[in-house]
Nanobody, 119 residues
Framework: VQLQASGGGSVQAGGSLGLSCEAS????????MGWYRQSPGKQRELVAT???????NFADSVKGRFTISRDNAKNTVYLQMNSLEPADTAVYYC??????????????WGLGTQVTVSS
């Protein structure tokens, strides 16, 4: 399984960035795809997820600023980040949760991509 993320980079506060992540080599059915982030000295935290049915979940801190979408045919998830703040600076990780069987799910993680927002 490979999660190939692209996007990210550096931007000034108030700016926008987009992330995308394509999952390949997955043989199980995908439950959800999404993004987590981790800043230095902090725990990894949820940013946003989207299920195969289109249900969305966002961290309170990004609601109204970030949008998440996916292309099920391409196993690709997108994160559009607007009105970025310095607090959004973090390494962003793509995740894919799959259904192995009735009792077991599995989560795959990408390597992470850096997002830096300067004030």
């Amino acid at each position: 399984v490979q999660l190939q993320a692209s996007g990210g980079g550096s931007v000034q506060a108030g700016g926008s960035l987009g992330l995308s992540c394509e999952a390949s080599g997955i043989i199980f059915s995908i439950i959800s795809m999404g993004w987590y982030r981790q800043s230095p000295g902090k725990q990894r935290e949820l940013v946003a997820t989207i299920t195969s049915g289109g249900s969305l979940n966002f961290a309170d801190s990004v609601k109204g600023r970030f949008t998440i979408s996916r292309d099920n045919a391409k196993n690709t998830v997108y994160l559009q980040m607007n009105s970025l703040e310095p607090a959004d600076t973090a390494v962003y990780y793509c995740t894919v949760a799959v259904n192995v069987n009735r009792e077991r799910t599995l989560t795959y993680w990408g390597l992470g991509t850096q997002v830096t927002v300067s004030s």
